[in-house]
Protein backbone atom coordinates (compact mmCIF):
# COMPACT_ATOMS: atom_id res chain seq x y z
CA UNK A 1 0.00 0.00 0.00
CA UNK A 2 1.31 3.43 -0.97
CA UNK A 3 1.41 6.06 1.22
CA UNK A 4 -0.44 9.45 -0.68
CA UNK A 5 2.70 10.96 -0.79
CA UNK A 6 4.23 7.74 -2.94
CA UNK A 7 1.73 7.67 -5.25
CA UNK A 8 1.97 11.12 -6.12
CA UNK A 9 6.06 10.65 -6.84
CA UNK A 10 4.66 7.54 -8.79
CA UNK A 11 2.05 9.63 -10.69
CA UNK A 12 4.49 12.52 -11.47
CA UNK A 13 7.22 9.88 -12.86
CA UNK A 14 4.40 8.40 -14.71
CA UNK A 15 3.64 11.75 -16.44
CA UNK A 16 7.92 12.66 -16.90
CA UNK A 17 8.41 9.09 -18.55
CA UNK A 18 5.55 9.98 -21.03
CA UNK A 19 7.08 14.06 -21.84
CA UNK A 20 10.34 12.17 -22.34
CA UNK A 21 8.43 9.82 -24.38
CA UNK A 22 6.63 12.52 -26.65
CA UNK A 23 10.31 14.18 -27.38
CA UNK A 24 11.51 10.80 -28.47
CA UNK A 25 8.80 10.01 -30.44
CA UNK A 26 8.44 13.63 -31.86
CA UNK A 27 11.97 13.82 -32.88
CA UNK A 28 11.31 10.77 -34.41
CA UNK A 29 8.20 11.32 -36.51
CA UNK A 30 6.15 9.72 -35.35
CA UNK A 31 3.13 11.72 -34.20
CA UNK A 32 0.49 9.25 -33.78
CA UNK A 33 2.69 7.66 -30.70
CA UNK A 34 3.62 11.17 -29.21
CA UNK A 35 -0.38 12.15 -29.17
CA UNK A 36 -1.23 8.40 -27.45
CA UNK A 37 1.71 9.50 -24.73
CA UNK A 38 -0.06 12.92 -24.36
CA UNK A 39 -3.09 11.91 -24.17
CA UNK A 40 -2.61 9.68 -21.31
CA UNK A 41 -0.68 12.05 -19.47
CA UNK A 42 -4.43 14.14 -19.41
CA UNK A 43 -5.71 11.34 -17.72
CA UNK A 44 -3.08 10.88 -15.12
CA UNK A 45 -2.98 14.31 -14.16
CA UNK A 46 -6.19 14.17 -13.13
CA UNK A 47 -5.24 12.02 -10.34
CA UNK A 48 -2.50 14.76 -9.30
CA UNK A 49 -3.30 17.92 -7.04
CA UNK A 50 -4.13 20.60 -9.32
CA UNK A 51 -0.75 22.96 -10.10
CA UNK A 52 0.02 25.97 -8.29
CA UNK A 53 0.37 29.57 -9.90
CA UNK A 54 2.60 31.94 -8.39
CA UNK A 55 0.25 33.90 -6.71
CA UNK A 56 -0.96 30.44 -4.63
CA UNK A 57 2.90 28.95 -4.22
CA UNK A 58 3.77 32.78 -2.36
CA UNK A 59 0.13 32.70 -0.41
CA UNK A 60 1.78 29.51 0.83
CA UNK A 61 5.15 30.69 1.47
CA UNK A 62 4.30 33.80 3.22
CA UNK A 63 1.69 32.04 5.56
CA UNK A 64 4.53 29.45 6.43
CA UNK A 65 7.39 32.15 6.85
CA UNK A 66 4.94 34.14 8.97
CA UNK A 67 4.55 31.72 11.24
CA UNK A 68 7.85 31.08 11.69
CA UNK A 69 8.90 34.48 12.24
CA UNK A 70 5.45 34.00 14.73
CA UNK A 71 7.16 31.27 16.94
CA UNK A 72 10.92 32.54 16.88
CA UNK A 73 10.70 35.85 17.30
CA UNK A 74 13.45 36.89 15.00
CA UNK A 75 13.70 38.28 11.79
CA UNK A 76 13.67 34.94 8.86
CA UNK A 77 16.84 34.53 7.03
CA UNK A 78 17.26 32.61 3.55
CA UNK A 79 17.78 29.04 5.65
CA UNK A 80 14.09 29.39 7.03
CA UNK A 81 13.03 28.53 3.39
CA UNK A 82 13.68 24.61 3.43
CA UNK A 83 10.59 24.96 6.33
CA UNK A 84 8.48 26.74 3.65
CA UNK A 85 9.66 24.11 0.95
CA UNK A 86 8.28 21.56 3.29
CA UNK A 87 4.88 23.54 3.58
CA UNK A 88 4.46 23.23 0.06
CA UNK A 89 5.22 19.31 -0.22
CA UNK A 90 3.00 17.54 -2.09
CA UNK A 91 1.91 20.00 -4.55
CA UNK A 92 3.10 20.99 -7.70
CA UNK A 93 3.53 24.15 -9.43
CA UNK A 94 3.21 25.40 -12.96
CA UNK A 95 6.34 25.49 -15.23
CA UNK A 96 6.96 29.28 -14.75
CA UNK A 97 6.79 29.51 -10.63
CA UNK A 98 9.66 26.72 -10.38
CA UNK A 99 11.25 27.77 -13.37
CA UNK A 100 14.84 29.65 -12.02
CA UNK A 101 14.46 33.48 -11.74
CA UNK A 102 17.04 36.20 -11.93
CA UNK A 103 16.23 37.26 -8.38
CA UNK A 104 14.37 36.40 -5.67
CA UNK A 105 10.73 36.89 -5.22
CA UNK A 106 9.69 36.17 -1.43
CA UNK A 107 11.13 39.53 -0.24
CA UNK A 108 12.85 38.51 3.50
Same mark, same amino acid.
Given at each position: ? /??? &?????? $? *??? =? +???????????????????????????????? /??? &?????? $? *??? =? +???????????????????????????????????????????????
Amino acid at each position: M /LTP &AEEQQA $L *ATM =V +KQRRDSIEQYTNGNRPELAAKEASEIVVIEEF /LPK &ALDEAG $L *AAI =V +KEVLAELAAASGKALTPKEMGTANQGCAGRSCKPPVCAPRAGPSVNW
